[in-house]
């Protein structure tokens, strides 16, 4: 089979190559995809590129890519929820990686049926965003009916669909977008869209319950600004919270630079006797079909900007980087048939 593998860290042009390798074979409680689509992240071009190896480390060559949909291709032992010739999508977890390939093989328990509304592409634009939000919004926030959220970068990937789920859960919703994206943005569902190129968020007076911080930077430590007493700021993007350092700074080097790098956003968060909480995104089938039942019955819809062939994945990683895309982008293994 055909896989896009990295070869060493850098940009995608100098790392990423088309590969022939040979066809996975499930293992106990796995399932083999074929790929029909698969998702980009921002996390792919931060691990490419080296920014994520404290957190996680890679050997090379490795298959990138978290979210892709497809067909149950083979069924492993002991896995009984799914079987030959079913639509699935899945989020791979740091230790599965390898969406972006004919193939793929999985953990069953990672692994949901696709929505029924929508296509192999926007089923593959799903997962990560899906995840991140459910976990942030409420694993961690416990977010309840009528509060009010600023979820930052709303014409994004997760910004896009991190709106439509809070208000499906009854928040109120601000977000922020370039001025030329606000009416995207409403089209989502925030009920107000503050424009940041035009006016600064922190100075119009309103207070949070939570704020969605996808952006991280000096964001993250001016989101206390806005919080409200005893508000939760969730983050994918800002410095470690305690509990990312307890995982990850296991030798005293490390778990010194990780505390160095909190320590401004921990003091804001005492202050205000708020809750913080930086986390990465864990694989949950159990969740997906939650989501899935969501955008069957409209309640959330897929948001795709470009599609690029399987062939075009270093164009792809290109336009992401760029910062430009508007909702997810995809790489689609049935654009254009690639023989190996």
């Not at 100098?14 to 995809?33: Q, Y």
């Not at 920014?51 to 149950?72: C, H, K, M, W, Y």
């Not at 799914?82 to 692994?111: C, H, I, W």
């Not at 009010?148 to 009854?170: D, E, N, P, T, V």
Request: net charge positive.
């Amino acid at each position: 089979m055909l896989a896009w593998q990295a070869v060493g860290y850098g940009s995608p042009k100098d790392c990423l190559r088309l590969v022939s390798v040979p066809l996975p074979e499930p293992g106990t409680g796995e399932l083999r995809l074929r790929v029909g689509a698969a998702s980009l992240n921002p996390i792919d071009f931060k691990l490419l590129r080296g920014e994520l190896r404290r957190v996680q480390a890679l050997s090379f060559p490795v298959t990138l890519g978290f979210d892709a949909s497809g067909i149950v291709d083979a069924v492993g032992p002991g896995a009984s929820q799914f079987k030959l010739g079913d639509r699935v999508f899945v989020r791979a977890s740091r230790d599965t990686l390898g969406a972006f390939a004919q193939y793929t093989v999985q953990p069953e328990a990672f692994v949901a049926m696709s929505p029924v509304r929508t296509s192999v592409v926007g089923a593959a634009s799903l997962p990560l965003v899906a995840l991140t939000t459910v976990q942030g919004l409420v694993d961690r926030a416990q977010a309840r009916p009528g509060q009010r959220i600023l979820i930052h970068a709303g014409s994004g990937g997760l910004g896009s669909f991190a709106i439509q789920y809070a208000r499906w859960l009854g928040l109120q919703v601000d977000s922020t977008t370039s001025s030329r994206n606000v009416e995207r943005v409403r089209a989502h569902g925030a009920h107000d869209v503050i424009a940041y190129d035009r006016e600064d968020y922190a100075g119009r007076g309103r207070v949070y319950d939570i704020v969605f911080d996808t952006l991280g930077g000096g964001h993250t430590l001016k989101a206390f600004r806005v919080l409200k007493p005893g508000g939760c700021v969730v983050s994918v993007a800002g410095p470690p919270d305690r509990e990312m350092i307890a995982k990850f700074g296991r030798n005293l080097v490390v778990r010194t630079v990780m505390q160095l790098m909190s320590r401004r956003v921990h003091a804001a968060a005492r202050a205000g006797n708020a809750r913080y909480f930086r986390y990465l995104t864990e694989s949950n089938g159990a969740q997906l079909q939650a989501i899935a039942h969501l955008v069957d019955s409209g309640e959330v819809r897929p948001v795709v900007d470009r599609v690029f062939d399987f062939s075009d994945a270093v164009a792809a990683f290109d336009y992401l980087m760029s910062g430009h895309a508007q909702g997810k982008v995809i790489l689609d293994m049935e654009l254009r048939p690639v023989e190996e």
